[in-house]
């Protein structure tokens, strides 16, 4: 299977820190090509191409355009958000670090479309190694006159600047965020009023995702139809892949939307490793569903995977093969997830270390049926009433993995324990 | 307008209303914790979450505006089942000693709690979190297991007053709000103003009581002899349950009296005495180019800030003590000279509304007695369970004077109560003492009421006298920034800790501005019926200067109603 490049066309090719080395490729040409075009232009090709935010939400990307751009204080920002915190996932690093000047381009592009001046990336504190790769490839870039004052001779002024963060996982959060880079604890505001009304400094803001803006400049450049040639109806484009867990080939992979998920697996990442057989894969990062092996054969494309119950999130895809057991891989879920609650509010801060203690239980060989449930009871609470995404997910890996693996719950409950888990004693932690 | 349907009920309101503003106009009520109608929304606890038809999502009703055409239920079995869960989850780390915790009966968990009917056992590990009770400050009393993480104490402390004291630490789990670097209350830049126990929906922050050290002092024989503070009168009778702004000044001395208290005296007597110290120090200092401008000193939370923020502008200080501290020394000087009593044998008792007051009497430089002039000041919430617990059925109370030689105050004593306050009880004087009449009239409405900083001009006989009068930690900042910038020109500033005053104070049965209004509005009106309303017209005022002290600011007032500063910026490193 061939991979298609669109936003790793530069990986390995050019220099990232040189923006003329980036220009020669093509870079800048769709900025220019935006600098001429009226907002109301770029939001209208925005949306024929159909872009949809890639860092976990899937929302339409014009629609955040135009609610920012028809806000009423005319002091707006854009946000990149490279808060990579989904466990195993690498796309936003490898997009940084091999083509910063794409990113730097999608952003002016939004902020030509929206009427900003003023972009921020934040970028997760363990990612802080790329500053000065970042941060030369802007200052070439601006030194030749791609980006900040006066753009390509356009008048139109676009400065970038860089924040990064603590180590907080609910900071990828885009309110969180917000707060993050206010000076603040990294705690998610209530919504309404949303991030495209009220967002960083209480101006409106369009946040998005690391890949997302990366797409802006290849769509400028070649036209909504062009876009939509690739991937499918409800979600054109393509989508970087991180593929890990117990597979021969890992990485991050470029494909058009909609690519199976088993010839990923096997034809493109070489399929389990030593002969084992596939137990189950989670997609979306730590927030995703968990499907069994005879689910797989399933298209990754936004909407096919929400109906899966689960979420293409960032595209992440763990691989789990039958070393593992279901039970340990959730608690370990759980036991990241109650650790990065920002404990601001009730459901998720109690709620996670809940869901952890009965999770935990069951695993030892000490739960009831009448655990799960309490389980079900819990998660359905903490996904109808947490203020933000993470109360939200923190239910869907242990929802999933309960539908899809039951027996493997019972069987724990029994204390008829997994080969895996006998081994170990059948106890955790 | 917006229209909309809750509970199968149509409400009409304005647009921006919340959903919880709208139903309370349906006359339905959505139990909340986290919201407090003077505080900004928090939407943390998630206890009033509603459905919102096309919404899968439970929206908080507190935070979620109203829209034309929405439905909501605000308590299907769906929402109740959310909201019981969520109480669960509260409560599998909350201790259950509800029996023996100081806000039993007056807790909003407890009542939202008895609202939800929860009365199956938790299912969840129970898991309290391991912190220890913080004890160590002498006005409030922190219990961090009893915390619910609401947030409206932070909000108070940090954005309100502006202390900073308070601060969320870790994540998850084990959030906390707590002093930075785990110190203690006691050894923070806290000033004891018990703004958050105010506001504190649990028993994680209360008032630090003191009934039990007061009922041992009686134990051991102690000649009791009590001081109440202008508003205690104006906030007991509300602790007691009673509606907001009821005086209660007769049944107050009938109860302390029934208390077994050898004297009751009026603290209005001593506010009157700080008026007169105060009052004739500003004329010193007007007239001898002292430091100007002159800031009050009588509220022990604002002197504390003062000392702690602004070192360097003590000297703007009156040097007059509080009224608590000058009543103090004059019960344990004067009167017990005059009585023949050892001042060893007084227990010298405040009631104040004030949590900060318990601090001020433990100052090391407040013992001119050779005792600590002030043994025990409880507050308003403490005399009310004291009252409580003595069976004494309040609302039937007759009326009893307060005790001479120290029952009499005047109406400027009375209105130290409320902000703005010292402020026109001074000028009052002030003017009668410069221009040799009183003033023409004296309710001096410039300082009066609730905005953040209040100025004013007086003309004293062709003197231009400007003023100022600031409640909150926040304004008293604002002013104290000009002052530093020199671009105050005011010459006489009051300061008081509390938003609104006293009557604000964190000794109070819980406030809300709506309250505020009242105990104001009840403040003013007794003021007015009072027969004496100036200070140096008050003729027990005039007797001690007469007997014993002699003149305003002379040799020994100045030894036993004045006192000295200290620098305590260290508290800041």
């Known amino acids: ?429 | 307008m917006i229209h909309l349907m809750i509970d199968g009920q149509p409400v009409e309101v304005e647009e921006g209303t919340t959903i919880l503003q709208a139903a309370k106009k349906a006359c339905i009520h959505i139990p909340t914790l986290c919201y407090h109608e003077d505080l900004s929304i928090k939407a943390v606890c998630r206890i009033c979450v509603v459905e919102v038809e096309g919404q899968r999502l439970l929206p908080t009703a507190c935070s979620t505006p109203v829209s034309e055409g929405m439905v909501v239920q605000t308590a299907s079995p769906k929402v109740l089942k959310a909201r019981r869960n969520i109480l669960e989850l509260i409560f599998a780390r909350h201790p259950q000693n509800c029996l023996v915790c100081p806000k039993s009966g007056k807790c909003d968990l407890q009542k939202v709690a008895q609202d939800l009917g929860m009365h199956l056992d938790i299912r969840y590990d129970t898991q309290i979190r391991h912190q220890k009770e913080d004890w160590s400050s002498p006005a409030i009393m922190r219990n961090p297991q009893k915390c619910i993480l609401c947030g409206r104490c932070l909000e108070m402390c940090n954005d309100i007053q502006g202390i900073n004291v308070l601060s969320k630490e870790n994540r998850g789990f084990h959030t906390l709000v707590a002093p930075a670097y785990g110190e203690k209350l006691a050894d923070t830049n806290c000033i004891g103003c018990g703004q958050c126990v105010q506001v504190c929906p649990t028993g994680a922050l209360t008032v630090h009581y003191h009934t039990y050290g007061l009922m041992k002092q009686k134990e051991l024989g102690k000649k009791l002899i009590i001081q109440v503070a202008p508003s205690v009168r104006i906030t007991l009778a509300e602790a007691l349950g009673e509606k907001p702004g009821v005086v209660s000044t007769g049944r107050l001395v009938s109860a302390l009296k029934r208390l077994g208290f050898y004297k009751v005296f009026d603290s209005d007597f001593s506010a009157d005495l700080t008026i007169m110290e105060e009052g004739t120090e500003l004329l010193n200092r007007l007239k001898n180019g002292g430091t100007l401008p002159m800031i009050t000193s009588c509220c022990p939370a604002w002197v504390k800030y003062c000392e702690t923020y602004a070192p360097e502008l003590t000297d703007h200080l009156s040097t007059a003590k509080s009224p608590q501290q000058m009543f103090g020394a004059m019960i344990k000087i004067w009167f017990a000279e005059r009585e023949g009593i050892d001042p060893g044998e007084i227990c010298s008792v405040s009631v104040m509304p004030c949590t900060a007051k318990k601090f001020e009497c433990t100052r090391p430089e407040m013992r001119d007695s050779g005792y600590q002039d002030v043994d025990i000041s409880i507050t308003v919430q403490e005399l009310a369970s004291l009252i409580r617990a003595g069976g004494i059925d309040f609302a039937e109370l007759p009326d009893t004077p307060f005790d001479d030689p120290f029952g009499e105050g005047s109406g400027a004593g009375l209105i130290f109560g409320a902000t703005g306050g010292v402020m026109e009880a001074a000028l009052r004087t002030v003017y009668a003492v410069v221009t040799g009449q009183e003033m023409p009239r004296l309710e001096y409405t410039d300082v009066r009421g609730f905005k953040g900083i209040k100025e004013s001009t007086v003309n004293l006989n062709g003197t231009e006298i400007r003023v100022a009068a600031a409640h909150g930690i926040r304004n008293a900042k604002t002013l104290l920034e000009k002052i530093k910038e020199g671009k105050a020109d005011y010459h006489f500033i009051e300061i008081m800790a509390c938003p609104g005053g006293c009557i604000g104070g964190g000794g109070n049965p819980p406030k809300t501005w709506k309250i505020m209004e009242e105990r104001k509005k009840a403040i003013y009106e007794a003021e007015r019926n009072l027969p004496i309303r100036l200070s140096h017209k008050n003729p027990a005022v005039m007797r001690v200067y007469e007997t014993y002290l002699g003149e305003p600011c002379g040799e020994k007032s100045h030894k036993l109603l004045h006192t000295t500063y200290f620098n305590r910026q260290d508290l800041l490193r």
């Not at chain 1, 389990?272 to 092996?293: E, F, M, R």
């Not at chain 1, 009433?385 to 039951?406: D, E, K, Q, W, Y």
Request: proline letters at 4%; a negative charge; hydrophobic letters at 35%.
């Open chain 1, 1 to 429: 299977m061939q991979e298609v490049h669109v936003l790793l066309k530069n990986r390995g090719k050019i220099d990232p820190k040189n923006a003329q080395e980036y220009a020669d490729n093509g870079g800048f040409t769709a900025l220019e090509k935006a600098l001429s075009m009226t907002p109301e232009e770029i939001l209208e090709t925005v949306k024929a191409a159909g872009l949809r935010g890639r860092g976990g939400a899937g929302f339409p990307t014009w629609r955040k355009m135009q609610f920012t751009a028809t806000a009423a204080d005319p002091v707006r920002y854009i946000v990149c958000n490279a808060d990579e915190g989904e466990p195993g996932t690498n796309k936003d690093r490898i997009l940084l670090s091999t083509d910063p000047c794409a990113i730097f381009e999608g952003m002016a592009i939004a902020g030509k479309a929206v009427g900003a001046h003023v972009g921020y990336i934040y970028l997760r504190a363990e990612y802080t190694y790329l500053f000065p790769v970042m941060q030369a490839a802007l200052l070439h870039a601006e030194s030749l006159g791609y980006l900040g004052k006066n753009m390509m001779g356009s008048g139109y002024d676009f400065e970038i600047k860089f924040r990064s963060g603590a180590g907080a996982y609910v900071c990828g959060e885009e309110t969180a965020l917000f707060e993050s880079i206010e000076g603040k604890r990294g705690e998610p505001r209530f919504r309404p009023p949303f991030p495209s009304i009220h967002g960083l400094f209480g101006k409106p803001t369009m946040l998005n995702n690391v890949e997302t803006l990366a797409n802006l400049a290849p769509i400028i450049r070649n036209g909504a139809e062009w876009y939509r040639s690739l991937g499918t109806e409800n979600s054109p484009g393509t989508k970087l892949f991180t593929v890990c867990g117990n597979v021969v080939r890992r990485g991050v992979f470029e494909f058009p939307m909609g690519v199976n998920l088993k010839d990923i697996i096997y034809e493109v990442c070489g399929g389990i490793p030593d002969g084992h057989k596939l137990l189950g894969v989670q997609t979306g990062g730590t927030s995703g569903a968990i499907i069994n092996a005879d689910q797989i054969d399933m298209n990754l494309d936004i909407d096919s995977v929400s109906a899966s119950g689960g979420r293409l999130g960032c595209g992440t895809i763990l691989v789990i093969d039958d070393r593992n057991c279901i039970v340990d891989i959730v608690l370990n879920n759980l036991d990241f997830f109650r650790g990065e609650s920002c404990g601001k509010c009730t459901p998720c801060r109690e709620g996670g270390q809940q869901l952890y203690n009965l999770v935990n239980r069951i695993a030892r060989g000490d739960g009831a049926i009448q655990d799960l449930e309490k389980i079900d009871e819990l998660t359905e609470t903490m996904q109808l009433t947490a203020l933000c995404g993470l109360g939200h997910s923190t239910a869907v890996p242990v929802r999933t993995s309960i539908r899809n693996f039951r027996n493997a719950y019972l069987h724990h409950i029994d204390k008829d324990f997994c080969p895996v888990c006998s081994g170990k004693g059948g106890i955790y932690r």
